[in-house]
């Protein structure tokens, strides 16, 4: 069961990088940038996450996939930068 749980976890977490990864190709070059290292940056933070505490490893997904709908949202702009109007 706990393997289970792990390996889909596994597939989820490698998911989101890649979403986060295309969402960034919309956006401009530096910003581009930016994303990119925060994700390394996130991903190098959570390193220390042991695998077997599902229910942390679910909450870094859920505030993953939050950010990454910020990312996708056409008022987003940067990091700290926000258009108004919404794109």
Do not use: I
Request: net charge positive; proline share 2%.
């Amino acid at each position: 069961m706990l393997l289970t749980a792990h390996v889909t976890l596994q597939k989820q977490v490698l998911s989101l990088v890649r979403a986060v990864s295309r969402a960034a190709r919309t956006k401009p070059p530096q910003v581009r940038r930016a994303v990119h290292e925060r994700l390394r940056q996130d991903l190098a933070a959570s390193q220390d996450v042991d695998r077997s505490d599902v229910a942390r490893v679910e909450f870094l997904l859920r505030r993953g996939h939050k950010q990454l709908e910020l990312l996708r949202n056409g008022a987003f702009v940067g990091f700290g930068v926000w258009r108004s109007g919404g794109g």
